[in-house]
C-alpha cells in the first residue's frame, strides 16, 4: 500500500511580508486559484489514494486546510499529541501490512509544471523503495556533484518509523528533519523535466510567476522583493479584470500601450470612470475598489508592493471567486 505525508508547516520568514502567521507558505496561490498546498496534494492523486494522506499544519489552519482538502484527507496538526497519534498509525500500519507499505514524505511548498512526468517519478520511486527496501530521495537537478534534494523522499515505511521513532526530538522536527537533510546517504532519482520548483525565496517566487496566463491576456513579473513587485499586463481588447481591491497592496500603473477604461473609487457603487492613454498613470490605494478594462489590446505597467497574492474580488465575469 501506498501512502503519503505532506508537511505543511513552513512559515515562510524569508517571504515576509507576502506571508505572516496567517498566510504561510503552502496557503499562497501563486498564478492559480490553487494553493501550493492544493496543487502539492491534487499531484498525488493518481499515485496515492486521498484516504492514505496525511497532510501536517500548523493548529490555526486545521480549519482552513479541512475546507481546502478533500474530506478523505487526513488533517494532523503538529500539536505533539497528534503527531505522536500520527507517528503511532504508521507504526500499526507497518505491522498490519507487514512492513510492505511505503511513505512519501514530502513538503507542501512547490510547484511542477509537468504534473504527469512528476506522477511518473513518484511511481518510480515507490517502485524503487519497494522492490530495494531502501528509501529514496528525489532531487531536483540532474546526476552530478552538488545536486540538491528536494525533501521529497519514498520511505518504506518499517524503515521510516523506525528513523523517526529514534529521533530524540519531538515528532514534528523528526519529519521536518527528514525534509531537511540533504539525504546524500540515499539512492535518488532526478525530477528534471518536471518543472519542479520549491517555493522559498523571492527568486524562486519570481520564478513561478515569471508568466501568467490569464482569461484576459498574460502578465509577466520583472521585479519582485520583499519592498516592492513589477509587472507587465497585457489586457486583450473587450476584456476586464475583476472588479477588486486590496486589503494591503498598493499599486501604480502607467498605460505603455493602447488605452484603458479604469473604474475606481470607494466602494462598487461610488466608481468614477477614468479613460487611460499611453504615458498616463494611475495611483490605486489600499482598499480603492477598482477594474481595468481595455478599450483596445493594452500594455500595462504595474509597479506595487509585494503583496501579489492580495486580492479580494468583489465581481468576475470568469467565475473567479
Given at each position: 500500500m501506498r501512502y503519503a505525508m505532506i508537511v505543511a508547516c513552513a512559515r515562510g520568514e524569508d517571504l515576509r511580508p507576502l506571508t505572516?502567521?496567517?498566510?504561510?507558505?503552502?496557503?499562497?496561490a501563486?498564478?492559480?486559484?490553487r494553493t501550493l498546498l492544493q496543487r502539492a496534494v491534487d499531484c498525488l492523486n493518481r499515485t496515492v489514494l486521498a484516504e492514505n494522506t496525511w497532510v501536517l499544519v500548523e493548529p490555526g489552519l486545521r480549519a482552513r486546510a479541512e475546507a481546502e482538502l478533500d474530506d478523505?484527507?487526513?488533517?494532523v496538526t503538529t500539536d505533539a499529541g497528534e503527531t505522536s497519534a500520527l507517528l503511532n498509525a504508521l507504526s500499526e500500519m507497518t505491522s498490519s501490512e507487514n512492513g510492505s507499505s511505503t511513505v512519501l514524505v514530502a513538503s507542501g511548498t512547490h510547484v511542477v509544471t509537468d504534473e504527469a512526468r512528476y506522477e511518473q517519478r513518484l511511481h518510480a520511486g515507490f517502485v524503487m523503495a519497494e522492490s530495494s527496501g531502501q528509501a529514496v530521495s528525489f532531487t531536483a537537478s540532474g546526476d552530478g556533484e552538488g545536486q540538491?534534494?528536494?525533501g521529497i523522499q519514498c520511505w518504506p515505511s518499517a524503515r521510516l518509523a523506525a528513523r523517526l521513532a529514534s529521533n530524540g526530538s519531538s515528532a514534528t522536527d523528526s519529519v521536518l528533519g527528514l525534509l531537511t537533510s540533504a539525504a546524500s546517504d540515499l539512492p535518488s532519482l532526478s525530477l528534471g523535466g518536471t518543472g519542479w520548483s520549491e517555493v522559498a525565496d523571492w527568486n524562486s517566487v519570481k520564478h513561478v510567476l515569471g508568466y501568467v496566463e490569464k482569461p484576459w491576456g498574460h502578465e509577466r513579473l520583472w521585479a519582485l522583493n520583499q519592498h516592492y513587485a513589477g509587472k507587465i499586463l497585457f489586457i486583450k481588447a473587450g476584456e476586464s479584470l475583476s472588479l477588486q481591491y486590496h486589503e494591503i497592496k498598493d499599486e501604480t500603473i502607467r498605460i505603455a500601450s493602447g488605452s484603458m477604461r479604469l473604474r475606481a473609487g470607494p466602494s462598487a457603487d461610488r466608481l468614477e470612470t477614468h479613460i487611460l492613454d499611453p504615458g498616463m498613470s494611475y495611483e490605486i490605494s489600499t482598499r480603492v475598489v477598482h477594474q481595468m478594462e481595455a478599450i483596445e489590446d493594452c500594455t500595462v505597467i504595474e509597479v506595487s508592493t509585494p503583496h501579489l497574492t492580495d486580492v479580494v474580488r468583489l465581481e468576475d465575469r470568469y467565475g473567479r471567486t
Open positions: 505572516n502567521s496567517d498566510m504561510p507558505t503552502a496557503f499562497l501563486l498564478g492559480d486559484r478523505r484527507i487526513h488533517i540538491r534534494a528536494t
